[in-house]
T-cell receptor, first 114, second 115 residues
Framework: AQSVTQPDIHITVSEGASLELRCNYSYGATPYLFWYVQSPGQGLQLLLKYFSGDTLVQGIKGFEAEFKRSQSSFNLRKPSVHWSDAAEYFCAVGLSGGSYIPTFGRGTSLIVHP | KAGVTQTPRYLIKTRGQQVTLSCSPISGHRSVSWYQQTPGQGLQFLFEYFSETQRNKGNFPGRFSGRQFSNSRSEMNVSTLELGDSALYLC??????????????FGPGTRLTVL
């Protein structure tokens, strides 16, 4: 069965600092990988997704993620964090075949200090 | 273009009752998916409807059901409510062409509290 691990429950960074959120997955085939963001009281928003091709994926709001098959990882990065980036971030792996049937990680809460 | 709307936004029910939640997708979208979010279990996929047919289903008991209408609006129903059904229920819509070329948009969710 597929699974996703986000090792960090909370991450605290200063505004302007760089950010990396970790995600490791377990899946038998080539995975479909996603990162979502959830602001307080809001639904989810898709930041980026990986299906194939270039292993460095660009997303919205200045985020990027790199797929590393050898490490079963799909870490999310941002070079300079803004206070508005404070939110919950979820990594997810989806079944191949193209449908949105994600298995989500437990999330990482990002706290941004001024 | 209007986003995904969910009604009601908040709901309080008692154990044993049933509840129906509604989701209106973005205009032109034919796929609607439902998710449950709880502190204990996190985010879990419930089911997906496409063109009025259930296309995929998560690992939930039969008390959880859904349907989709010809205008792509979707409802989910939970019968015989249990305390553990208290959750944020999220709806998401997409064109349904396939996640590799498609983008899924989420509604704000319905917060269900079971007393």
């Amino acid at each position: 069965a597929q699974s996703v691990t986000q090792p960090d429950i909370h991450i605290t960074v200063s505004e302007g600092a760089s950010l990396e959120l970790r995600c490791n997955y377990s899946y038998g085939a080539t995975p479909y990988l996603f990162w979502y963001v959830q602001s307080p009281g809001q639904g989810l928003q898709l930041l980026l997704k990986y299906f194939s091709g270039d292993t460095l994926v660009q997303g919205i709001k200045g985020f990027e993620a790199e797929f590393k098959r050898s490490q079963s990882s799909f870490n999310l990065r941002k070079p300079s964090v803004h206070w508005s980036d404070a939110a919950e971030y979820f990594c997810a792996v989806g079944l191949s075949g193209g449908s949105y049937i994600p298995t989500f990680g437990r999330g990482t809460s990002l706290i941004v200090h001024p | 273009k209007a986003g995904v709307t969910q009604t009601p936004r908040y709901l309080i029910k008692t154990r044993g009752q049933q509840v129906t939640l509604s989701c209106s997708p973005i205009s032109g979208h034919r796929s609607v998916s439902w998710y449950q979010q709880t502190p204990g279990q996190g985010l879990q996929f419930l089911f997906e409807y496409f063109s009025e047919t259930q296309r995929n289903k998560g690992n939930f008991p039969g008390r959880f059901s859904g349907r989709q209408f010809s205008n792509s609006r979707s409802e989910m129903n939970v019968s015989t409510l249990e305390l553990g059904d208290s959750a944020l229920y999220l709806c998401a819509s997409s064109s349904g062409r396939g996640a590799d070329t498609d983008t899924q948009y989420f509604g704000p969710g319905t917060r269900l509290t079971v007393l």
